[in-house]
């Protein structure tokens, strides 16, 4: 299966999942790139080939989407309309704030309404330490999902029965 794990990150948390969560699935046998979102034409470009699609961000200000997250959602969705494969969502943030990772609900808000989200992941700040081993666990519950979800001929029903 083909995974494509588009992040973006200020301070590095985030990135840190995203590498954590690529290390996952190659130990699963995946082919996985993972894309800071700044490269967004080339993000349009890789979706074509993937099965699977993540995205990962940060959340600011007061529980907001970062821009650059909104703009290449809008881009995505809005001005490309493009299909999308089966989606999963990761973040970081930080409890002190009211709206905790609110970017993953926010990117989850704008995603079902394109495609199917098959789980999310929220972790406080840097994933080292004792949350090392939730990334892991993340991916092999989206593994599971990527199982269960069989729609016709769906291209990921294919990859995973090629495995
Ligand atoms: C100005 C500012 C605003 C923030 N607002 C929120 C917030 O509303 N909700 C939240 O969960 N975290 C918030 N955070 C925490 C960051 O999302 C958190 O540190 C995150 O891990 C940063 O990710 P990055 O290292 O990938 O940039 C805020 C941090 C800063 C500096």
Redesign the pocket.
Known sequence: MNVLICYT???????EVALLIEEAFRSYGHAVKTIDIEHIFAIESLIHEAHLLLFGS??????QLPDEMRKLLRFLIKERNLPLPPVALFG???QM?P????AVDEMEYHLRKVTTVLGTLKIE?SPRGHQQHLPTVFVQQLLEEVDRFVIGESKIARAVASK
Do not use: A
């Open positions: 990150s200020k301070t590095g948390n985030t990135k940060y959340t600011w200000g007061n529980g970081t943030g930080d704030w709206y905790y990772c609110r700040q």
